[in-house]
Structures are given as C-alpha cells and as structure tokens.
C-alpha cells in the first residue's frame, strides 16, 4: 500500500501522523510511505530521518493526496484538504464530526472512507488512539489554567500552589475520565486544592484508592456543580461522550458566580466544549473573556507539546496503520469490530450513530457500508 502523510496545517499544529520509527515499520512490512517536505520538523523530525527509515521525501501535499491510498494524518483535514480526497481512499486520523457540520458534508461528499481515530475502542472499552492525546492535554490544562489565571492575561492573579499563609487555587475537574484524572494529578502536584467531579460512583471508588487524598471526589450533580463552580478559581471542562457533542454542563448564568478572572479550561472543545459560553480558540490567540471569566478554548492543544505527543499518538496508531495496510482496510475492518467502530464515513454514507445523532444526518451501519 501507498500511506502518505502531509505536513498539519491547522493553526499552531506542529505534530505529524507518522513518525520515523511508525515509516519503518511500514517499509518493513513492504509498503511505501511518502512524506510531505519538512512534514515532521515540528516535532524534530527531518526529511533525513524519514529517509533514513525508508520513506520518500515528496514536495507537496497535493502529490500525497493525489496518489496515496491511505492518508494517515493527526487533526481533522481542513478545507483545502478536504477538496482533494476521493473515493476508494482511507483517511487516517482525528475528525471530531459531531461538532463540525461543514467538515462531515465535504467527507461524505468525498466518498472517502475515514477513519476516526477517537472512535477506535478495545477490548476494556477504552479509546486507545483518543488516550494518548487525553493524557497529554489533561496534563497540559492545569498548566495552561494557570497561565490564564495571572492577572497580566486577565485572570485572578491566583498562584496554583500559594505560598505560606496564603491558600492555593481552588481547582474543579468536571469528568474523572482519561482527561480528568491526569489533569488532577497535575494540578494537585502543583499544590492547588483539587475535587473532580464524576456521575460514576465506581470511578471515584478508583480514583480514590489510586490517589488517596491527592485530590478529592465529588459526585456531580447539579448542586454539586453549582457550588464547585461558584467557589473555584479554575474550572477544567473533561467530559467525553465517544463521537458525540459534548454536553454543555456550565452556564453562562452560571459565569454570574464566580470570583472575576477565574478560568474555565474547556478540554471538550474539539468536541464543541463542556461550557455554553465556549468557543474554539488557537494557540496564537488563546484565551477570551465572557463576562469577566477568563476562556482557554484552544482546540488542538497537545500541539504546544508537538514532539512528545507525536511520539505518543505515533505509538498507538502504529499497530492500527498497520493493520489497514498489511490486510487492505476492507478485511481489517471485518475483523476487527474494535477498529470497525473507527468507521465514521464510507463512500458517501455517515457510518458512526453519534454523529448522525447530533447532526441529524442519516445513518448506515458500518457493517452493511463494508458491503456497498
């Protein structure tokens, strides 16, 4: 097979598809991999280091488009990408299409068969091509919060950890998932007084065996939510329905509560964000204010960490790449139901309930779409 990987060009996205050690293994099992020009220097990888794995060095994006049958990327294909797929060519990578109408028309329009990295499951019901990139931004949203939160961006002027005599940020984490969990970890170890909030009495239960009194667990319900919201200087949004929108659990009446220049953290925002009064930012313009509450939106956020998390999502989509290309995608979809469920369109038909769902588009089950 023909796997080609153009260079990210979303907003601040520095990370790439594949990496030297994933085009390796790709040459190895005998396939050719193309790569965009200086496709992987974001993340410090050099045309020479492709080379050296066995991949090809092409000058333009459209030639990868044009030619590849598989293109495996890292975010969504914007615009200009989107115009250059085609039937009968696979799409690798993450599309969060229950928040993006736009982004779904033109795939179905395109006929091609993509493949959702954040809709891939396992065995153990997890997500494993969505975890690697929740824990790094559940790791950063705590770091980013408290760049948000100094009075020069806006924010309270409220130090995470304080100092003697004076209490640290007070910290709510609505979601105890993937996101929330490393998001936790980091802020309490930054000394904030951290609670996560979780509708799952299961995963509190773990959370706290695992954590003891790092941090403390709340069940979230409406009050709960209120009244953590209300007393918090940094709220972090870390809910996450596979596929779907996520649900708008703050309000903007809501913002009427908090301490001015407190910060809300939406990590759901590729998602369409957790708060009402949230929309997607970019690494070069951040944050925004909506009635004194500092918003950090920002949509691709592990970009800022391009090369650990391009080392990282490279490990796990690796053994997935693979598959697609060693069996053909047909075959590794029919025995796989776990990548099958990464089935988000196929030749003109939306294959992936949750989307059609938010978007009121209908659906074909991916089972029957292998067939057309």
């Not at 396992?122 to 824990?135: C, K, N, R, T, V």
Request: hydrophobic share 45%; proline share 5%; glycine share 12%.
């Amino acid at each position: 097979m023909l796997i080609g990987c153009p260079k990210e060009i979303k907003n601040q996205e520095y990370r790439i598809g594949i990496t030297p050690a994933a085009a390796q293994e790709a040459v190895h099992h005998g396939h050719r991999v193309i790569i965009e020009q200086n496709g992987g220097v974001g993340a410090g990888f050099t045309d020479e280091d492709y080379i050296n794995a066995g991949a090809r060095i092409v000058d333009t994006a459209e030639e990868i488009f044009a030619t590849a049958e598989m293109v495996v990327k890292v975010k969504e294909p914007q615009a200009v990408e989107r115009a250059q797929l085609r039937e009968g060519q696979v799409l690798f990578t993450y599309l969060h299409l229950a928040a993006d109408r736009p982004q779904t028309e033109e795939l179905l329009q395109s006929g091609v068969t993509a493949i959702a990295y954040e809709t891939v499951t396992d065995s153990h019901g997890g997500l494993p091509l969505l975890a690697p990139m929740s824990e790094v931004a559940g790791r950063l949203a705590p770091q980013m919060g408290a760049w948000t939160l100094q009075k020069a961006n806006g924010g309270r002027g409220v130090l995470m950890g304080g100092v003697p005599g004076v209490e640290p940020a007070r910290v709510a984490v609505i979601g105890g998932g993937v996101v929330g969990t490393h998001a936790a970890r980091i802020a309490a170890g930054m000394g904030a007084d951290v609670t996560v909030l979780d509708m799952s009495l299961p995963r509190m239960r773990y959370l706290d065996d695992v954590f003891g009194n790092v941090f403390n667990t709340r069940y979230s319900s409406k009050g709960n939510l209120a009244e953590l919201v209300a007393e918090s200087d940094m709220v972090i949004g870390a809910v996450l329905i596979p596929g779907a929108a996520a649900p708008k659990l703050v309000s903007r009446e809501m913002l009427g509560t908090m301490q001015p220049g407190a910060a809300l953290v939406d990590v759901a925002i590729d998602q369409g964000g957790c708060f009402e009064t949230s929309r997607a930012t970019t690494h070069d313009d951040p944050i925004f204010d909506v009635d004194g509450i500092m918003h950090y939106c920002v949509a691709n956020m592990p970009g800022a960490v391009a090369r650990t998390a391009t080392l990282a999502l490279g490990n796990a989509t690796m053994p997935f790449m693979l598959a697609l290309a060693d069996k053909g995608w047909q075959q590794a979809l029919e025995e796989d139901e776990h990548l099958l469920r990464g089935l988000n369109t196929h030749k003109g038909h939306l294959t992936y309930m949750a989307v059609g769902k938010a978007l009121e588009i209908d659906v074909l089950s991916p089972k029957l779409a292998l067939g057309k």
